[in-house]
């Protein structure tokens, strides 16, 4: 069996059907909760997005995740997010925007950005005292979020939310937050007894090996709490029910694959650069990639390797939503990439990494990740 480095959904078991079984059973009990919870609320705010023509209107059920997206955010964040002071977060906002514009500098960018973080992300207000439920404080949040880096499309989705907020009045806010808060109180909860089997290390995680990235880049991404990794799979499913019909319907499909599925490293992988991502050669008979691209010219979509998550889609633009993605990922990056996928244009579905191995975040000499081909089979709807 694979180390368990934070979550496995394959549990105690050799495959991961039973996970797709139980997710997708609690998907619909979280999607009557929040109907029963918040459902006039989210009827109103998508009815606002209708009449103030902010976005191309999406389904109520994307609207669900994002106002439960709101509330674990508030809980997980929002104590560090009203004590960072303006200048470092300047400071971190050029230093996240000079990261996505120059390669060359990364290495640099990424030292200082990891101090910073460090210093200043995550320092906490006193946790005796109520946090405010104010547009004001879900502004810093907001801010929080983008001064880390890893939240881009999170806060875009946010700010749509903050917009239709300034439309009411402080005491319907404070409300509106309160049920939020205590929608994802019960998500908290419940997730843990449902599906919480998959992400049992990921406490052990934090407290023994995650002290290690401190003053590295990714020292708020790999101190994701265990909610944030219960969303995300919720989060995937409902996303993958609301395109599925329009994703086999596209004329191009692709499917993205991270490259810690490699059975080679970097430097011994054969695979080809283009402007898309990296094309297998075959270089081995073995390698879980290899597999796959067969399996892509044999029923017709095309397979790239993606290295890292940030380089995907970049000066990527659809101007007609023809091509459908798979995207195969580790489960934090699951509805950011959907996100990102959906604003450049692409119909997205995603298949989650059975467990997490990368060298970059996880593994000390990178672990070869996989994924369930049956899962993978059904959603390009192959036989």
Excluded at 306 to 321: A, C, D, R
Aim: charged share 30%; with cysteine.
């Amino acid at each position: 069996m694979e180390e368990i480095i934070t979550y496995s959904l394959r549990s105690d078991s050799t495959t991961s059907n039973e996970y797709y079984r139980n997710i997708a059973s609690f998907t619909d009990e979280v999607l009557l909760v929040i109907d029963d919870n918040i459902g006039n609320l989210v009827e109103d705010y998508k009815a606002y997005i209708i009449n103030s023509c902010s976005e191309e209107v999406r389904t109520k059920e994307e609207y669900k995740i994002e106002a439960l997206m709101l509330g674990i955010l508030w809980r997980t964040y929002i104590s560090h997010s009203v004590i960072l002071k303006e200048v470092p977060r300047r400071v971190l906002n050029i230093l996240v925007n000079q990261r996505e514009k120059n390669v060359f500098f990364k290495p640099v960018v990424d030292s200082l950005k990891g101090y910073f973080e460090t210093v200043f992300l995550l320092k906490e207000y006193n946790t005796n005292k109520e946090v405010d439920k104010t547009i004001e404080n879900i502004c810093k949040l907001s801010n929080w979020l983008s001064a880390s880096g890893d939240f881009k499309y999170e806060v875009k989705r946010l700010t749509l939310w903050q917009e239709y907020l300034n439309t009411k009045t402080k005491e319907e806010v404070s409300e509106i937050i309160s049920k939020i808060i205590e929608l994802a109180q019960w998500f908290k909860k419940r997730s843990e007894e449902k599906i919480g089997d998959y992400t049992k290390n990921v406490e052990e995680f934090l407290k023994h090996t995650y002290p290690k990235h401190k003053w590295k880049e990714d020292i708020i991404y790999c101190g994701r709490k265990r909610v944030e990794y219960h969303f995300n799979m919720v989060g995937a499913e409902i996303m993958n029910s609301v395109y599925r019909d329009e994703f086999l319907k596209t004329k191009e499909k692709r499917l993205l694959l991270p490259a810690c599925m490699r059975f080679k490293s970097e430097k011994k992988c054969n695979a080809i650069k283009t402007t898309e991502g990296y094309l297998c050669t075959s270089c081995t008979s073995v390698c879980k990639i290899k597999e796959l691209t067969d399996l892509g010219r044999k029923y017709d979509f095309k397979v790239y390797t993606i290295p890292h998550e940030s380089t995907l889609f970049i000066n990527t633009t659809i101007k007609e939503q023809k091509i459908g993605i798979v995207g195969v990922a580790c489960v934090l990056n699951l509805i950011s990439g959907g996100w990102k996928a959906i604003d450049i244009g692409f119909i997205p579905q995603c298949v989650l990494l059975d467990y997490c191995g990368c060298k970059n975040h996880w593994h000390n000499h990178g672990m070869i990740t996989d994924i369930n081909m049956l899962k993978l089979k059904d959603t390009f709807k192959i036989n």
